[in-house]
């Protein structure tokens, strides 16, 4: 297929959109029902609220450990724009940011043929299904910074597998500003495009790439020498281990002397929970349940049969596709395997001090994607003249792997009704909750407490609880 | 023109029939509930006891700001409680929940007192064995209580009706 072909929609092009929008239709409907949480939003909201956007921004220039002023503007920004209809305006960005990044998926993967249209419905499926994603959609603070980060890395694709211009530069430079000073793992979008380019992507030029990785530098030395902001330490919060979580003072003790062996551990472990689903934040649960609990959900084991045969898939694809490789062909489904396989290395290296399923969604949107292009290839193997033999198994195969990847989906919008419930739940306690935390919140303040509160109690009451024993089937 | 494969049709459904129907599932739950009937639910809590059993705080909340008396009996439905319980307080049915914090809550809007609400939710709680309640309710301990003597009573109410 030529890039001129890919350019061109066809009715499966259509057909697609189409799909995806039912996909978003649904997350949203769901979405939509979770008030703004009380944990990371009230206070961020208050905080924000509280000062000018320049002065916001000035004071995350010098705050200690993180060094995210452009997700403190963005807060801000929706803030006011909302106009003190915070309830529509924050869960709105969300949705709006939901189907910016399916749109982005689809401009990814462009789905041209009935085959590219099964593999884009199971890579979308995997988008929002896999764990890593979970953190982008159930929380926020209330902007949820990691969805603002994906949506960047898929723009970085997109700016980087498209046909060379010069803007595409300069949209690369600024996109990777913006993301690096939103959330640490911004970085990631230096990756992305220097990634494509080595798979020989030239929508952003040499000129760009190296403008990137200037800014690269630039953002290290700012962080590290001008602004001494720092790495989040050691000690600074539990952590996944082994079986179990350990305490701060725990981390100290075990690991104070040779911090290097957790560090590995978390990059490991990131990696292989990308692929496998298993360890999650470092912690192996579903095997200590397999080995020492004698209890084993359905969940784990659909989440670990998705992933294991969706990795196995990438890795077929990768042996049929080495000879091109090595010689430096690369078709754009390769760039976008590239990607992944480059992502998926420098997100678990930047989580080396501390992991958790949604700082390795970056990891996992570009699982998505690659997961699409190599489940397309593999149905093209099951072409109408191959034995019985061979359709039966490729039929099995896909049948297991497209349902596990579905009840993963499903999964995630039994926990985003799950999470509504929840969160309502929170803020009838919110006084409680405000005076753990040692904040004393001036008149502005409590009216936007007051106003949260009747959002989430009141004036958007909680829907029916969805009872059964099949919703255990698809969430713990 | 794009060259499409001609690929066999039962792989080609086999990848995309699983997702689709999954994301069709969903579809006719949202167009459901849109129309006011969520699928495999019991529908919305009708009380607020039904509600506090639930463990739905919010919506114990939202019901004792509509003025709803959470010392008033009303009738539940089984999947709240029991299929043996059907008359009940909205704080016999907090007792239910086990969470001292919800008991708590209720305590707050003035609807516990110091007498024999006090003593019978105690005596309920001890029935059921939720020691947080218990201790929550009467830190001095519940001696006086009849084992099953509330919950048999409560169980009644659903034989006289």
């Known amino acids: 297929m030529t890039e001129s072909d890919l350019d061109r929609p066809t009715r499966w092009t259509w057909l697609s959109y189409a799909y995806a929008t039912l996909v978003?239709?649904?997350?949203?409907?769901?979405?939509?029902?979770i008030p703004i949480q009380v944990s990371d939003s009230y206070g961020n909201l208050v905080a924000a609220s509280g000062r000018t956007l320049g002065a916001l921004v000035y004071d995350q220039f010098h705050a200690r450990g993180f060094l995210r002023p452009f997700l403190w503007a963005h807060i801000r920004i929706v803030y006011d724009l909302s106009g003190g209809d915070y309830?529509?305006?924050?869960?709105?960005?969300?949705?709006?940011?939901?189907?910016?990044?399916?749109?982005?998926?689809?401009?990814?993967?462009?789905?041209?043929?009935?085959?590219?249209?099964?593999?884009?419905?199971i890579g979308l499926a995997a988008l929002i299904g896999i764990h890593t994603f979970e953190g982008t959609i159930l929380e926020a603070f209330p902007i949820n910074a990691y969805m603002t980060i994906l949506i960047c890395c898929y723009l970085a694709a997109d700016l980087a597998l498209g046909r060379p211009a010069w803007w595409r530069d300069v949209a690369a430079a600024v996109l990777f500003a913006f993301a690096a000073l939103s959330v640490e793992s911004g970085l990631l979008i230096a990756v992305v495009l220097v990634a494509a380019y080595l798979a020989g992507a030239r929508g952003v030029s040499r000129w760009g790439i190296a403008a990137v990785v200037l800014l690269v530098a630039g953002y290290l030395a700012l962080r590290f020498a001008v602004l001494d902001v720092g790495t989040p330490s050691l000690s600074e919060?539990?952590?996944?281990?082994?079986?179990?979580?350990?305490?701060?003072?725990?981390?100290?003790?075990?690991?104070?002397?040779?911090?290097?062996?957790?560090?590995?551990?978390n990059v490991g472990t990131s990696i292989l929970s990308v692929l496998l689903s298993e360890p999650r934040a470092g912690v192996w649960g579903t095997t200590y349940n397999f080995l020492y609990r004698d209890e084993l959900s359905i969940p784990p084991v659909i989440n670990?049969?998705?992933?294991?045969?969706?990795?196995?898939?990438?890795?077929?694809?990768?042996?049929?596709?080495?000879?091109?490789?090595?010689?430096?062909?690369?078709t754009r489904d390769d760039q976008l395997v590239a990607i992944f396989v480059a992502v998926i290395l420098a997100n678990a290296a930047v989580?080396?001090?501390?992991?958790?399923?949604?700082?390795?969604?970056?990891?996992?949107?570009?699982?998505?994607?690659?997961?699409?292009?190599?489940?397309?290839?593999?149905i093209e193997t099951g072409a109408v003249t191959a034995s019985y033999a061979r359709i039966a198994v490729l039929t099995t195969v896909l049948v297991v792997l497209s349902g596990a990847w579905a009840a993963r989906a499903i999964g995630i919008h039994i926990a985003l009704r799950a999470t509504g419930a929840v969160v309502r739940n929170e803020w009838v306690y919110i006084d409680d909750w405000v005076a753990r935390q040692g904040i004393v919140p001036d008149a502005a303040g409590l009216a936007l407490k007051r106003q949260l509160q009747a959002d989430a109690i009141s004036?958007?009451?909680?829907r029916p609880i969805v009872l059964g024993e099949w919703v255990q089937w698809f969430r713990d | 023109m794009i060259s499409e494969p001609r690929v066999s049709t039962p792989v080609l459904l086999a990848a995309a029939v699983p997702v689709c129907l999954a994301t069709l599932a969903i579809i006719v739950f949202v167009l459901f509930e849109m129309s006011g009937r969520t699928l495999s639910s019991e529908g919305p809590t009708r009380n607020l006891a039904e509600a506090a059993a639930m463990g739905s705080v919010s919506e114990v909340v939202r019901f004792l700001q509509?003025?709803?008396?959470?010392?008033?009996?009303?009738?539940?439905r089984p999947f709240a409680i029991s299929s043996g319980i059907h008359r009940v307080t909205g704080l016999e049915a907090a007792v239910w929940h086990r969470s001292a914090q919800l008991m708590q809550l209720l305590d707050r809007t003035g609807a516990i007192g110091n007498g024999e609400t006090r003593r019978r939710?105690?005596?309920?709680?001890?029935?059921?064995?939720?020691?947080e309640i218990v201790k929550y309710l009467a830190p001095d301990g519940a001696s006086w209580c009849v084992p099953g003597q509330m919950i048999a009573e409560i169980e009644a109410r659903a034989r006289d009706q």
Not at chain 1, 242 to 250: A, C, I, Q
Request: with cysteine.
């Open chain 1, 459 to 462: 004036k958007h009451p909680m």
């Open chain 1, 304 to 330: 670990l049969t998705a992933s294991v045969l969706g990795t196995l898939v990438l890795i077929w694809y990768g042996w049929r596709r080495r000879a091109d490789w090595f010689a430096r062909r690369f």
């Open chain 2, 121 to 131: 939710l105690t005596c309920l709680a001890v029935d059921l064995r939720v020691e």
């Open chain 2, 66 to 76: 509509a003025g709803e008396d959470p010392n008033r009996l009303v009738d539940v």
């Open chain 1, 237 to 265: 919060r539990s952590s996944g281990f082994g079986f179990s979580v350990l305490e701060p003072d725990d981390l100290e003790r075990r690991f104070g002397q040779h911090p290097s062996v957790f560090y590995l551990y």
């Open chain 1, 87 to 121: 309830y529509t305006w924050f869960r709105g960005w969300h949705v709006g940011q939901v189907s910016v990044l399916t749109i982005l998926f689809l401009r990814l993967v462009k789905p041209r043929t009935a085959t590219a249209f099964a593999g884009m419905a």
């Open chain 1, 351 to 378: 989580s080396y001090t501390y992991t958790k399923d949604v700082i390795l969604s970056p990891a996992g949107i570009f699982y998505a994607t690659a997961l699409a292009v190599a489940v397309k290839s593999l």
């Open chain 1, 24 to 33: 978003v239709v649904g997350v949203s409907y769901l979405l939509l029902d």
